[in-house]
């Protein structure tokens, strides 16, 4: 077992901070499936366990697991500091993650939030399950869907020297971090899974002036609830039925869209889901007179090739908008969704009465142009440090 934490480290992406001995493996018992939910649960006996030095800094750390024939796989997790106040708190989307773990990966018994598998090994959304744990490992290689996302701003922000320190959405969840002790909130991948507790503290921290960053698209989307694992481990399962089933529905209100229950993400957001890209299109810029596109010469109009992708947010004038000094689209680029329609993808700033700014990018895609290699774009970093800028001036 390697242990790395990730970030620029002058390009290498990576540092390596401790090894395990070399372990004797043990095959742990099947995992196990819940009869109401379909939640696949691993309860096995613990293997190795890591102390976390103190001198570890804040950050996103990977664990690599390697067997003697070299196959390995990856766990992700985040060492916080507690301690550190620092500027910029990043909160990468743990729930999301779990939402869309398919773990185990076996065409039979795996299920996420998505699907499960027939008898026949085809993937089937009614047999999907209704709530996840995260006593299991991630499907496949270990890395989380869209993990790449989160990488590549934790990348570029490290190589900007940003004061930066980081948490999970299950921190935020849990009351763990305090938006207030920092000036902006980034959440830099696909977060699309929020709890009520989640949504009222990013709430709380605008009404209180708290910066927000959101950096992908379909956000805040589902609406989940935490509950405790067979031990009574406080939120290691994580409930989403997608629809009224819910038995528990009047309790906190039903896990269904924020939408369903009058609470639009865009809300909250400024922006929110429109449709899934088909192939990815150009963000074509607008309000280029904006301080946003400054020292960029981007001009209005002008077309970043493939940097609206996956998923598109949009500003929707049908539902509740956020009550704002200022309200700008910084994009306004066509796309078709996967059925042939012709839509709108808008990225999104707004100033609340409090003075945080509230940002969407309103693409999966943002991100990478920071810093991944092939899709780096000096105009979208530049406008990404005009940002931040803006945001952490004295």
Request: charged share 20%; proline share 7%; glycine share 8%.
């Amino acid at each position: 077992m390697r242990v790395y934490r990730l970030g620029w480290y002058g390009g290498l992406g990576g540092r390596l901070m401790t090894s395990s001995p070399v372990l004797r493996g043990t095959t742990q018992r099947p995992p196990a499936t819940d009869p109401v939910t379909g939640m696949v649960s691993c309860d096995w006996t613990r293997s190795w366990s890591l102390v976390i030095p103190k001198t570890w800094v804040s950050g996103l750390y990977l664990a690599v697991c390697t067997n003697e024939k070299g196959f390995q796989h990856a766990v992700p997790f985040v060492v916080r500091d507690d301690a550190h106040p620092g500027e910029v708190l990043v909160v990468l989307p743990f729930t999301t993650y779990q939402a869309y773990n398919p773990y185990p990966l076996d065409n039979r018994d795996g299920k996420s939030l998505y699907y499960g598998f027939t008898p026949g090994g085809v993937q089937a959304a009614t047999l999907r399950s209704r709530a996840v744990s995260f006593d299991r490992p991630y499907a496949d290689s270990g890395l989380p869907n869209h993990f790449d996302k989160d990488v590549a701003f934790i990348q570029w922000a490290e190589r900007e020297g940003y004061d930066v320190t980081y948490a999970t959405s299950v921190d935020l969840h849990a009351g763990r971090v305090s938006p207030r002790r920092h000036r902006v909130l980034v959440f830099p991948g696909h977060d699309e899974y929020w709890s009520t507790q989640m949504r009222r503290v990013v709430e709380e921290a605008r009404h209180d002036g708290t910066h927000q960053v959101w950096l992908c698209a379909n956000n805040m989307y589902w609406r989940v609830r935490f509950e405790p694992n067979a031990h009574g481990v406080e939120d290691r399962v994580m409930v989403c039925y997608k629809d009224m089933t819910d038995p528990v529905y009047h309790v906190g209100g039903p896990t269904v869209l924020w939408r369903t229950v009058d609470q639009p993400e865009q809300s909250v957001l400024g922006a929110q889901y429109v449709a899934i890209v088909g192939r990815p299109a150009p963000l074509v810029a607008s309000g280029t007179d904006h301080w946003f596109w400054a020292g960029t010469k981007v001009r209005e109009g002008q077309r970043f090739p493939r940097l609206v992708g996956v998923e598109a947010d949009a500003i929707q004038s049908r539902y509740q908008l956020p009550a704002a000094v200022e309200h700008v689209s910084l994009s306004a680029s066509p796309f078709y969704d996967p059925a042939g329609r012709r839509r709108m993808q808008n990225t999104s700033l707004y100033q609340a009465p409090s003075g945080a700014w509230v940002f969407v990018a309103g693409t999966f895609h943002w991100p990478l142009a920071l810093s991944k290699p092939g899709w780096v774009e000096p105009r979208i970093q530049q406008a990404t440090e005009n940002l931040f800028r803006k945001l952490l001036a004295k």
